[in-house]
């Protein structure tokens, strides 16, 4: 692997309140069987209330490579565009804090990012809780055997991109892509990765998608991506408006104009079940639902008879939208529908 006369990888870890997670996180990176001169880690402090920056104080000691920001709190979307904004590397990763990376499986993905100068390099990842971590050795396959699939980056966007595959952690991304399109995340919101991924499908040129699987992501019980708070609530809200100005203002084909479209409605549907399952109750639903008309009055989903019926409703009649759902919910996927499983399909 050729250094040339730049850094090869950028690691921007955002740091906030993960003081139980951080420590093992950088040890992960750091036991990767690369040559310190070849990568950088960038450490966003974003204001961390814990002792998350004290924990680590001796990784940060110990290796030069490591750059720290400091800045008052204002989410991981301004900590990774702030932490982009710095990066050196020809390729930046940006794993989660409170994640981690498989022993020395970082190394031949970074040698074939540099082999096909990619603009993304997409790879698997394993999903474990605390206890399967401290009690699972992972054991990676030979990379030759793994499967390597060239693909554009509309290609990706209609095989790949689904409804959860929103995720920023598993992707390296060529730092010459993101500065030539200015493709940052939008600042201040929590649901920073459906905006910011889509666009990188929609600008990307060519993509390397590898069966190869790097990194543990940790399930939480609980976790902010788990409990549907105000805050996310509305956050979720902005990225729908945005995603749907992303699909009505770029310059799309038709056919991925609608797939855009069909995404953002997705998207509205699983705040919408959220809403439903794990917020406070019909009236604050309906205080979300009026705030996302508030904000983007232009959606109207259009694509097949059940997209127009949501539009007639969440247009026209939003509380009645919000109480058919609940009755919806409570009526049909709670009780009769798991009756029927149970004592007919069988």
Sequence with gaps: MKEGNNLLLSIVVPVYNVEKYIHPCLESIFNQGLDENMFEVILVNDGTKDRSMEVIQDIIEQHKNITV????????????????????????????????????????????????????????????TNDEINSTKTNLPDFADIRIEEKTGEQMFFDFLKIHNYTVWR????????????ITFYPGIYCQDKPFIHEIYIRAKTCIKVSWPFYIYRRHPQGISYTMSERLAKDCCKAIDIMWNMASDMDLSPRMRTKMYDHTFSAFSVLSSRLIHEYKGISKSIEIIDYLNTIAPQLYFQHGLKQKIYTILFKKYPHLYIRLRYIYSYIWEDRIHPFFRHHIIR
Excluded: H, W
């Design 171 to 182: 992707t390296l991304y060529r730092n010459d892509f993101l500065r030539f399109y200015d």
């Design 69 to 128: 920001i400091n800045q008052k709190n204002q989410g991981a979307s301004v900590a990774r565009n702030n932490g982009m904004a710095l990066a050196k590397g020809q390729y930046i990763f940006m794993p989660d804090s409170d994640d981690l990376l498989i022993e020395n499986s970082m190394k031949p993905l970074l040698e074939k990012a540099i082999e096909s100068q990619a603009d993304v390099i997409v790879a698997d990842f394993c999903e474990m």
